[in-house]
Nanobody
Framework: QVHLVESGGGLVQAGESLRLSCAIS????????MGWYRQAPGKQRELVAH???????DYADFAKGRFTISRDNAKTTVYLQMNSLKPEDTAVYYC????????????WGQGTQVTVSS
């Protein structure tokens, strides 16, 4: 089993910044991908940013230039620095990892609420 615990969400005003953290523990065999999704009320969950194999990063268009994903060398913590936040960034942010060698599975955190007021 793999456990993910997000932190760092909160209520901020438009234009401010937040840094989300996700601590990963458990039976880590091989992390093939790790990163962040978000889900706003009434909308589908969408990719924010993630690391793919080979340390390649991929960002959603709305995140480019404002959000930065990073992680520690041990791949046990992944961060999301969010700058210039907008009201439309309001959502629950979820951390995930894809873990496994022969068979790989996605594991998710419980989510952290980010609310941006105008």
């Amino acid at each position: 089993q793999v456990h993910l615990v997000e932190s760092g969400g909160g209520l901020v005003q438009a234009g401010e910044s937040l840094r989300l953290s996700c601590a990963i523990s458990g039976n880590i065999y091989m992390i093939n991908a790790m990163g962040w999704y978000r889900q706003a009320p009434g909308k589908q969950r969408e990719l924010v940013a993630h690391f793919l194999s080979g340390d390649i990063t991929d960002y959603a268009d709305f995140a480019k230039g404002r959000f930065t994903i990073s992680r520690d060398n041990a791949k046990t913590t992944v961060y999301l620095q969010m700058n210039s936040l907008k009201p439309e960034d309001t959502a629950v942010y979820y951390c995930y990892v894809n873990n496994g060698i022969v068979r790989a599975y996605d594991y998710w955190g419980q989510g952290t609420q980010v609310t941006v007021s105008s």
